[in-house]
Antibody, heavy 120, light 106 residues
Framework: QVQLQESGPGLVKPSETLSLTCTVSGGSINNYYYSWIRQPAGKGLEWIGR???????NYNPSLKSRVSMSVDTSKNQFSLKLSSVTAADTAVYYC??????????????WGQGTLVTVSS | DIQMTQSPSSLSASVGDRVTITCRAS??????LNWYQQKPGKAPKLLIYAASSLQSGVPSRFSGSGSGTDFTLTISSLQPEDFATYYC?????????FGQGTKVEI
């Protein structure tokens, strides 16, 4: 069964760029959308954006100016970069696979999440 | 953006109770509505997709209904492992958005 695993630095300084990688195991990364979602401690879920393995992307307008996503299909990995981070970007970051269906679009599976703290 | 509003924000219930959580979208989203369960320190787990389709492996005590703007998640007989926070999500229009969550407590 397909599994996703996030990785990356747990601590990022203010104004720097947050970089995370999600590794897909148990199946091919191809022909799916993948999303990044984040969750500040004690708060709800925020969708950051998604990409398709052909390189097309959609970003949340609230973060669009600071977000970029990319994929390395040879490694079955995809990445998130969020620039000019502040304390407000401190959160658990999740990656998830998105599956399009008839009159539906579901997120499954999810990675376990990785905590990123923005602090000097 | 489509706003998703869940009610209640929290509820107290007992094992065996029937629990209903509602989710309202700020505009019609057809059946592009998912429900997730999240336990502390864990990733969200998909329970229901397409408003009423049960994800494989999810117990049948969970059910979903609705279309358009009003949706419901029902747990027919609450079990100890069901105490968690539940989120709805619309995937009709980008940006995908989530409800604020409903915490189900003992």
């Amino acid at each position: 069964q397909v599994q996703l695993q996030e990785s990356g630095p747990g601590l990022v300084k203010p104004s720097e760029t947050l970089s995370l990688t999600c590794t897909v195991s148990g199946g091919s990364i191809n022909n799916y959308y993948y999303s990044w979602i984040r969750q500040p401690a004690g708060k709800g879920l925020e969708w950051i954006g998604r990409f398709y393995t052909d390189g097309s992307t959609n970003y949340n307008p609230s973060l669009k100016s600071r977000v970029s996503m990319s994929v390395d299909t040879s490694k079955n990995q995809f990445s998130l970069k969020l620039s000019s981070v502040t304390a407000a970007d401190t959160a658990v970051y999740y990656c998830a696979r998105e599956e399009d269906m008839v009159r539906a679009r579901r997120f499954d599976p999810w990675g376990q999440g990785t905590l990123v703290t923005v602090s000097s | 953006d489509i706003q998703m509003t869940q009610s209640p924000s929290s509820l107290s219930a007992s094992v065996g109770d029937r629990v209903t959580i509602t989710c309202r979208a700020s505009q019609s989203i057809s059946t592009y509505l998912n429900w997730y369960q999240q336990k502390p320190g864990k990733a969200p787990k998909l329970l229901i997709y397409a408003a009423s389709s049960l994800q494989s492996g999810v117990p049948s005590r969970f059910s979903g209904s609705g279309s358009g703007t009003d949706f419901t998640l029902t747990i027919s007989s609450l079990q100890p492992e069901d105490f968690a926070t539940y989120y709805c999500q619309q995937t009709y229009s980008i940006p995908w958005t989530f409800g604020q969550g409903t915490k189900v407590e003992i």
